[in-house]
C-alpha cells in the first residue's frame, strides 16, 4: 500500500501527454518534497524524545510542510514553475536557518552549492543558473562576516569560489549534453508518437471505405432490382414505347450507377443528374400523375458521397406517393450554408398510414435499403467526424395532414 502511494505521488503533474524533460522533472521535484517531509517527521520525532521540541521548531516545520504541500499541488493543476520555484526557495530559507542559527558551526554553508545544481536541473534558462550561484556564494560569505561564526583561517575565501565554480561548470557540462541526447529522444518519440496515430487512422479510413464500398455494392443490386421490376410492369401492361424509353434511360442510369459505385465522392451537379434521369424513369412508372422538382440553389464546387439521397427519394415514392389518389408531388431542395441539407418533400399518403398497409402486408419486415442507408450513415459519421444523418417531419394543415418532408444532413467537401 506505502509503495503504491509512494508510485502515485512521484507521478503527480505527469500524464501520457507531458513531455519527456518535463515528466522526469517532475518526478525528481515530487520525489525532493516526500524525502522532505520524512526528514521533517524523523526531525520531529528525535526533538520530541530529546525534549528539546519547542513552539518556534514546530512552526519552522509546520511552514515547511504547508509550502511542500502547495508545491505538490502546483505541481498536480501543472503549475511547473511556480511549484519548481518554491521549491528552490523553500530549499534556500532551509538552509540558511540550518546553517547560521541551528547547526551553526558545523559547515553547511557547503550545501549552498546544491541550490546552482537544482535550478540546473529544473529550468532551462541559462541566466537562473548564474544568478542562483552568484547568491549561493553570497549567502555562504555574507552571514559569517556579520555573525562570525567561524575564523577566518577555516573559512577560505578563494578555495571555495573555485570550488563552487567547478561544481557549477562540470555539472552544467553533463546537463547540457543529457538535455540534447533527451530533446532528441523526446523528438524521436513525438515523431514514433505521429507516426502511429497516422497508421491508427489510415487503417480506420480503409476499413471505412471498405465497410462502404461493401455496402454500396450490395445496395446496387437492390436499386437496380427495383428498377427492373417497374420495366417488367410497363411490359405487362403492353406499353411498347414506355418501355423502350425506359430500358433506353434505364441503360443509362445503370451505367451511372456502376461508374459511381467506385467514387469515395461525386460532384453535386452529377449526383443530382443521375436523380433526375432516376425521377424520370419512375415518372414513367407512375404516368402523368407524378410530378417533381429539383431546387439546387445554384451550389457549386461541392462533392459529396455518391448514392446515398436515392434510397430516400426511393422510400417517398413506394411508401408515400404509390398508395396516393390523384396528383403526386416530390420536390428536393438542396440549401448550403455551414451544413449540406437536401430536404425532400412529397405529398404522399403520410407515415402513419404507410406503416398501417405496411403491417398488413408484411409484419416486422424492415428494408434492407433502409437498413444499408443506416449502416452508411454510421461509417460516414465515424470517417468524416461530423453528425450526419436524416429526420422526418410530419407537414399539417389546420390539424390535416398536408405532407411529409425529410432533412436529409449530407458529409461534404468543398473543392474550392
Excluded at 151 to 176: A, C, D, W
Aim: proline share 2%; with cysteine.
Amino acid at each position: 500500500m506505502i509503495k503504491n502511494i509512494f508510485s502515485k505521488t512521484l507521478l503527480i503533474g505527469t500524464d501520457s501527454e507531458t513531455p519527456y524533460l518535463e515528466s522526469k522533472r517532475n518526478k525528481m521535484l515530487n520525489f525532493s518534497c516526500v524525502l522532505f517531509l520524512i526528514t521533517i517527521v524523523v526531525f520531529v520525532i528525535v526533538y520530541y524524545f530529546k525534549g528539546i521540541l519547542n513552539l518556534p521548531i514546530v512552526i519552522n516545520y509546520s511552514f515547511q510542510v504547508v509550502t511542500l504541500i502547495a508545491i505538490l499541488y502546483f505541481n498536480f493543476i501543472k503549475k511547473w514553475q511556480i511549484a519548481r520555484a518554491l521549491f528552490i526557495v523553500l530549499s534556500l530559507s532551509v538552509l540558511i536557518i540550518q546553517t547560521n542559527f541551528l547547526f551553526k558551526g558545523f559547515y553547511f554553508e557547503y550545501l549552498y552549492a546544491i541550490i546552482p545544481l537544482l535550478c540546473m536541473f529544473f529550468f532551462n534558462k541559462q541566466i537562473i543558473y548564474i544568478l542562483a550561484s552568484l547568491v549561493s556564494l553570497a549567502l555562504f560569505y555574507i552571514p559569517n562576516i556579520f555573525l562570525q561564526i567561524y575564523p577566518e583561517k577555516y573559512f577560505g575565501y578563494s578555495n571555495v569560489v573555485f570550488l563552487f565554480l567547478g561544481i557549477f561548470s562540470i555539472v552544467y557540462f553533463f546537463k547540457r549534453e543529457s538535455t540534447k541526447y533527451e530533446l532528441q529522444l523526446s523528438e524521436s518519440n513525438k515523431k514514433l508518437d505521429l507516426a502511429f496515430k497516422k497508421l491508427e487512422i489510415a487503417k480506420q479510413n480503409e476499413l471505412a471505405v471498405s465497410n462502404l464500398k461493401a455496402l454500396k455494392s450490395q445496395m446496387n443490386p437492390h436499386f437496380i432490382f427495383n428498377l427492373l421490376n417497374s420495366i417488367q410492369a410497363l411490359v405487362l401492361k403492353g406499353d411498347i414505347e414506355a418501355s423502350y424509353t425506359y430500358m433506353t434511360k434505364f441503360a443509362k442510369l445503370v451505367r451511372q450507377t456502376l461508374h459511381f459505385s467506385d467514387a469515395d465522392l461525386v460532384e453535386l451537379e452529377d449526383e443530382i443528374g443521375l436523380l433526375k434521369l432516376y425521377l424520370d424513369l419512375e415518372k414513367l412508372r407512375f404516368s402523368k400523375d407524378f410530378e417533381y422538382q429539383i431546387i439546387d440553389n445554384d451550389i457549386e464546387g461541392i462533392e459529396i458521397p455518391p448514392l446515398l439521397i436515392q434510397p430516400f427519394i426511393e422510400n417517398a415514392l413506394v411508401h408515400g406517393l404509390l398508395h396516393k389518389e390523384g396528383k403526386k408531388t416530390l420536390k428536393l431542395e438542396f440549401e448550403f450554408k455551414d451544413k449540406l441539407i437536401c430536404t425532400i418533400t412529397d405529398n404522399g399518403i403520410g407515415r402513419k398510414k404507410s406503416k398501417e398497409i405496411n403491417e398488413r402486408q408484411r409484419s416486422n419486415h424492415k428494408s434492407f435499403s433502409t437498413q444499408a442507408i443506416e449502416k452508411r450513415f454510421k461509417i460516414l459519421n465515424e470517417t468524416y467526424k461530423g453528425n450526419f444523418g436524416f429526420k422526418y417531419e410530419d407537414i399539417f394543415e389546420e390539424e390535416t395532414f398536408k405532407e411529409t418532408q425529410m432533412k436529409l444532413y449530407l458529409p461534404f467537401k468543398q473543392v474550392f
